[in-house]
């Protein structure tokens, strides 16, 4: 199938079951429920064989070109079916899954992420490690015929719905830096392992700490080679800023267009709008740029970092747009609608931070694409 045909089906497809996949909104929307309602459009997409394409077949896909994956999410985002960030977790986790763990593994593993029978998470940050990931400190040793992980992560992604996460642990002297770690792609329901939500200002415990005290994990769940983990981790990063930004970037559209629908008369400040629209634009053609390399095969790296910045100012400049022309909104949220703005309005403020900080990505891009020299 190419991807006219695939567009063509998908549009007919959605058209007939849009309805059955629209999400409730609204105050007393819970987490739970929205996940559920995720894992139900990637169970239909997936039986319908839409959420196959553009995936590899030895992991169950249909192969064909990876802008049919982007143009998926676009498609359920922009008719508002589902939320990009939690829908687009399979776009971050599993392109580096099926490059780096053993073939038998990817196959049994990656059907179920595609197909919603399963959530998985990315066990990178810790207490003190987030931009400086090099430093981090959850420790694996290897005991016999298997790892034992005993250490901490946090802000940890619907870790408390995951199966599986993807882990970066110290395998070398803690002085080891990037060349001394190791990923691992861990059961969930290990004993050992302990997951605490964190309730976050928009009202949704969407992260969590999770806790390691000595985790078996078998030495086949090694992804990469031994003290080799610096490499996934570099091939992961660079996914998690482009088709995911590509889905984010549909779902402002979408949302700016419903402003404009529901403003009230004259809220709207047209030179402030026009910004904005130029904004959002801007991204697009900016990461379509990228899906188009990555279609080619191209290998991403730290040119995604542009992608991310401009998102993510993008987002901001959004949801500013909104506070301004429904405060009420922002500030109460009774109803469906306004508590969905009030909502996004507190989540775009974390746009800046994950994936990668602003300030970080900066550095990325003037350091490694400039050439402006290196850190102090
Ligand atoms: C909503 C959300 C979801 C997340 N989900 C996950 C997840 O699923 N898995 C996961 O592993 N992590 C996740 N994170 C964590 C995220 O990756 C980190 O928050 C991020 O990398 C920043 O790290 P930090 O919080 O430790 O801040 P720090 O690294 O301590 O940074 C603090 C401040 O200092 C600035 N700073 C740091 N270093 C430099 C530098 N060299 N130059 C200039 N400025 C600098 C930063 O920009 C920032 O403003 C999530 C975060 C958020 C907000």
């Known amino acids: 199938m190419d991807l006219r045909e695939f567009r063509a089906g998908l549009d007919a497809w959605l058209d007939e079951h849009g309805p059955e996949l629209e999400p409730r909104h609204g105050p007393d929307v819970t987490l739970d429920e929205e996940m559920a309602h995720l894992a139900k459009v990637k169970r239909l997409a997936y039986d319908a064989g839409w959420m196959r394409w553009g995936w590899p077949e030895r992991v169950g896909g249909f192969g064909g070109s990876t802008l049919m994956r982007a143009y998926l999410g676009e498609a359920l985002a922009f008719r508002d079916l589902i939320e990009p960030g939690v829908y687009s977790m399979t776009e971050v986790l599993a392109p580096t899954m099926i490059e780096?763990?053993?073939?038998?593994?990817?196959?049994?593993?990656?059907?179920?992420?595609?197909?919603?029978?399963?959530?998985?998470?990315?066990?990178?940050?810790?207490?003190?490690?987030?931009?400086?990931?090099?430093?981090?400190?959850?420790?694996?040793?290897?005991?016999?015929?298997?790892?034992?992980?005993?250490?901490?992560?946090?802000?940890?992604?619907?870790?408390?719905?995951?199966?599986?996460?993807?882990?970066?642990?110290?395998?070398?002297?803690?002085?080891?830096?990037?060349?001394?770690?190791?990923?691992?792609?861990?059961?969930?329901?290990?004993?050992?392992?302990?997951?605490?939500p964190i309730r976050a200002m928009h009202g949704r415990d969407e992260f969590c700490e999770v806790f390691f005290d000595d985790v078996r994990v078998p030495l086949d769940r090694t992804l990469g080679e031994v003290d080799g983990g610096w490499a996934v981790a570099m091939d992961l990063l660079p996914y998690e800023r482009s088709t995911s930004l590509w889905h984010r970037g549909a779902y402002l559209r979408q949302r700016l267009a419903r402003?404009?629908?529901?403003?009230?008369?004259?809220?709207?400040?047209?030179?402030?709008?026009?910004?904005?629209?130029?904004?959002?634009?801007?991204?697009?053609?900016?990461?379509?740029?990228?899906?188009?390399?990555?279609?080619?095969?191209?290998?991403?790296?730290?040119?995604?970092?542009?992608?991310?910045?401009?998102?993510?100012?993008?987002?901001?400049?959004?949801?500013?747009?909104?506070?301004?022309?429904?405060?009420?909104?922002?500030?109460?949220?009774?109803?469906?609608?306004?508590?969905?703005?009030?909502?996004?309005?507190?989540?775009?403020?974390?746009?800046?931070?994950?994936?990668?900080s602003a300030e970080v990505q900066r550095n990325i891009i003037a350091r490694r694409l400039l050439d402006l020299g290196a850190e102090r």
């Open 100 to 196: 780096f763990a053993r073939p038998e593994l990817a196959a049994e593993m990656v059907p179920r992420l595609l197909r919603g029978d399963e959530t998985w998470c990315q066990g990178f940050s810790e207490p003190s490690t987030g931009s400086n990931l090099g430093s981090l400190a959850c420790r694996a040793r290897r005991e016999g015929g298997e790892w034992r992980v005993s250490g901490q992560k946090v802000w940890t992604s619907l870790a408390q719905f995951a199966e599986r996460c993807v882990l970066l642990t110290r395998t070398g002297t803690p002085e080891s830096g990037n060349r001394g770690i190791t990923a691992l792609f861990v059961d969930m329901d290990t004993p050992g392992i302990t997951v605490r």
């Open 259 to 356: 402003l404009l629908g529901s403003a009230p008369e004259g809220a709207l400040d047209p030179a402030e709008l026009g910004e904005v629209v130029q904004q959002v634009f801007a991204f697009q053609a900016r990461s379509r740029a990228t899906q188009h390399r990555m279609a080619r095969g191209e290998r991403l790296g730290p040119e995604t970092s542009i992608d991310k910045v401009m998102v993510a100012t993008t987002e901001q400049a959004v949801y500013d747009l909104v506070a301004g022309a429904v405060p009420a909104d922002i500030a109460l949220g009774d109803d469906a609608d306004g508590d969905r703005w009030r909502t996004e309005f507190l989540y775009s403020r974390a746009a800046t931070i994950y994936g990668g």
